[in-house]
Structure formats: C-alpha cells, structure tokens
C-alpha cells in the first residue's frame, strides 16, 4: 500500500497550488479519502474529506477555496487550493480509510509567503 503526495511547495498568499496524491496496493474507490494538514506546533487537522460516493466536507476556514476531487481510474486524490494564506502553511497528508483500516501518506510541505 502507498499513498504518494506531490505538488507542495512554495506559495505567494492569494495564489493557488494543487496537491496530488498517487495511491497504489489497495482499491480507491472502496475508501473514503481525505487531506489533513499539520502546521509547526499544532496538532493534525482534517482539511477536507470526499466520500466513496463524491460527497465532500471541508473545515470552515478553507470552505470555498479549497476542493477536494478524486479520479478512481487513476487511483488518484486531489486537493486544488486558491486564494491561499499564511496560516495554509503546513505539512499536508493523504489520507484513506474504510471501516477501521486507514492509510497515511508521507506528506508534502506547502508554505504561503509573502
């Protein structure tokens, strides 16, 4: 099983940048999936969530600037982020889970700067 982000990086607040997550070992489309992030001394927090039927939840302060997608065809997920703000910096992860077996990715730092 493997769960690989990508896309992270550096950011100007205002700008937009899109993770992406390649998952391989297990099927996509029998999990739920999620983006979670983790800022410098804060604990681990769940961004966005998108079900196995395409159903999405986001947390309050990224509602309406970030998206969550998934592609069961090219087992991959996705989080597309606008409008970007310094405290979006974080180490973001992938996530999957179906009943009480979940997956973890390693992690892709992202940093919004001016």
């Known amino acids: 099983v493997q769960l690989v982000e990508s896309g992270g990086g550096l950011v100007q607040p205002g700008g937009p940048l899109t993770l992406s997550c390649l998952t391989s070992g297990f099927t996509l489309n029998a999990y739920a999936a999620s983006w979670y992030r983790q800022a410098p001394g804060k604990e681990r927090e769940l961004v966005a969530n998108?079900?196995?039927?395409?159903?999405?939840d986001y947390e309050a302060s990224v509602k309406g600037r970030f998206t969550i997608t998934r592609d069961n065809a090219k087992n991959t997920v996705a989080l597309q982020m606008s409008s970007m703000k310094p405290e979006d910096t974080a180490v973001y992860y992938c996530s999957v889970t179906r009943s009480w077996t979940g997956y973890w990715g390693q992690g892709t730092q992202v940093t919004v700067f001016s």
């Open positions: 998108i079900s196995t039927s395409g159903s999405v």
